[in-house]
């Protein structure tokens, strides 16, 4: 059974950095893509980042330049290192994962619980 455990986020002012990781286990981690997604109150949900299993990234504009997403396939472990953060990168932040990003990036793969992160000015 898949299972995803995100952790890292907080309170941070703007400007400030967090790293969020997300603790996989259940599935053959290296071989799936790993993607963090964040949504605010009101707002659709975002892909924020997205790593595949030939290790090539992919990033929304909005966070292009600051955010870098990594993993330790050794630990199962996918992160999200978020530099120079915004008032708008406020949302719950949380990783999905699977074999194909069509079903990730509607939805239908197991995701986390999600962690919080909160940017103030």
């Known amino acids: 059974q898949v299972h995803l455990v995100e952790s890292g986020g907080g309170a941070v002012q703007s400007g400030g950095s967090l790293r969020l990781s997300c603790a996989a286990s259940?599935?053959?981690?290296?071989?799936?893509?790993m993607a963090w997604f964040r949504q605010a109150p009101g707002k659709e949900r975002e892909a924020v980042a997205r790593?595949?299993?030939?290790?090539?990234?992919t990033y929304a504009d909005s966070v292009k330049g600051r955010f870098t997403i990594s993993q330790d396939n050794a630990e199962n472990t996918l992160y999200l290192q978020m530099n120079n953060l915004k008032i708008e990168d406020t949302a719950l932040y949380y990783c999905?994962?699977?074999?194909?990003?069509?079903?990730?990036?509607?939805?239908?793969?197991?995701r986390g619980q999600g962690t919080q992160v909160t940017v103030s000015l």
């Open positions: 259940g599935f053959p981690y290296s071989s799936f893509c």
């Open positions: 999905a994962t699977g074999s194909d990003w069509s079903r990730i990036s509607r939805g239908e793969s197991p």
């Open positions: 790593i595949n299993a030939d290790a090539t990234t």
